[in-house]
């Protein structure tokens, strides 16, 4: 069929099936920074929303605008469903908020701090909670060995240091 008898959306048609950004699945655990992190990112939203609304009826404007009352209902959802979790009184274990010393099986070592999903970020070692590797190492403690399943292939992990950073 010709693209000239599809029907294009009309002005505010154009952005209406903007979809909703999804809640995980799993409980939003949050270091004190994360949960500080939602919030400024939320607080941003508002302001730009506010910047927004005074640009006027400009489709460019209406569109971004759309975007950012998306966003902002989802921080504002993911602000009220976080659960703060501070460090346990042991140190020995691992648990949410734990930075895990870890050696491989080819002698390099690694570094991951367990967050939130918020807040992860693989490239500067900062791993979910939900992710893969931390559910090998939740309830080790130093000296375990772990497996990290990969679809790259398994690795083998000894964990060779439990700290619990301040991350306020």
């Given amino acids: 069929m010709s693209r000239a008898f599809v029907k294009e959306p009309d002005g505010d048609a154009a952005d209406a099936d903007l979809p909703e950004r999804p809640l995980s699945e799993h409980p939003l655990y949050v270091t004190p920074r994360g949960l500080r992190k939602l919030q400024q990112e939320l607080h941003e939203l508002r302001e730009q929303r506010r910047g927004l609304q005074a640009g006027g009826e400009d489709m460019s404007v209406m569109a971004e605008l759309k975007r950012v ?6 921080l504002e959802q993911c602000v009220q469903n976080a659960i703060l979790v501070t460090p346990p009184a042991s140190h020995d274990e691992i648990r949410f908020g734990a930075a895990v010393d870890l050696l491989d099986e080819d002698g390099h070592r690694h570094h991951v701090v367990i967050v939130g999903e918020q807040e992860a970020c693989a490239p500067t070692g900062l791993i979910s909670w939900v992710s893969p590797l ?4 939740i309830g080790r403690r130093v000296g375990d060995v772990v497996t990290w399943e990969r679809p790259a292939g398994n690795v083998e992990l000894e964990i060779t240091g439990i700290s619990y950073p301040d991350l306020s």
Avoid: V
């Avoid at 009352?69 to 989802?74: G, H, L, N, P, Q």
């Avoid at 931390?134 to 190492?137: D, I, N, V």
């Fill in 69 to 74: 009352e998306r966003d902002e209902r989802y």
């Fill in 134 to 137: 931390a559910r090998s190492l």
